[in-house]
């Protein structure tokens, strides 16, 4: 019997399939991720010191109260649905191409009842636009 030492095979372990299923799941996290924004500058709105503006024939007041309730020259919609907003916008224009819209928004008014009073009015093509201000002290 010839027991000889077979020489042995040194065993290799390949890294490159490894690598590359490390990498796709580091670009499925990074594209899944949403990032949180948060703003470390702190605001303070304005005051208006300018003068007012000479009222238009064409004018038309939109009003939004503390509870976001809307207010369309003085007349309260019933809801404040995008698509009643502009309809009661509509009516109230009485056929005017651009008037000038004035939005009277209370300082407490949430930011969406004041976006929604925008978007609404973009979706009739009204381009004129102004917010309502306190003069400074």
Same mark, same amino acid.
């Not at 038309?60 to 503390?66: C, H, K, P, S, Y």
């Not at 309809?87 to 109230?92: D, R």
């Given at each position: 019997?010839n027991?000889r030492? +077979? @020489?042995?095979?040194?065993?290799?372990?390949?890294?490159?399939p490894l *690598?590359?299923v490390? !990498?796709?799941?580091?670009? !499925?996290f990074?594209?899944?991720?949403?990032f949180?924004?948060?703003s470390e500058?702190? *605001?303070?709105?304005?005051? +208006? &010191?300018?003068?007012?503006v000479?009222?238009?024939?064409?004018e038309?007041?939109?009003?939004?109260?503390?509870k976001g309730?809307?207010f369309?020259?003085? /007349? /309260?919609?019933? &809801? +404040?649905r *995008?698509d009643?907003?502009r +309809?009661?916008?509509?009516? =109230?224009a009485?056929? =005017?191409?651009?008037p000038q819209? *004035?939005?009277h @928004?209370?300082?407490q008014?949430?930011?969406q009842?004041?976006i929604?009073?925008?978007?609404?009015l973009?979706?009739?093509?009204?381009?004129?636009?102004?917010?309502?201000?306190?003069k =400074?002290q």
């Open positions: 019997m027991f030492n +077979s @020489a042995r095979e040194d065993i290799e372990l390949n890294l490159t *690598i590359d490390v !990498f796709l799941l580091l670009i !499925f990074m594209v899944s991720t949403t949180d924004r948060q500058i702190a *605001i303070a709105l304005p005051e +208006s &010191s300018s003068e007012p000479a009222e238009k024939k064409d038309l007041v939109i009003t939004i109260d503390a309730r809307y369309v020259n003085q /007349e /309260e919609v019933v &809801s +404040s *995008i009643i907003l +309809s009661a916008i509509f009516t =109230a009485k056929g =005017a191409e651009q819209v *004035i939005i @928004a209370d300082r008014t949430p930011h009842a004041v929604g009073a925008m978007d609404a973009r979706q009739l093509g009204f381009n004129h636009l102004t917010f309502a201000t306190l =400074a």
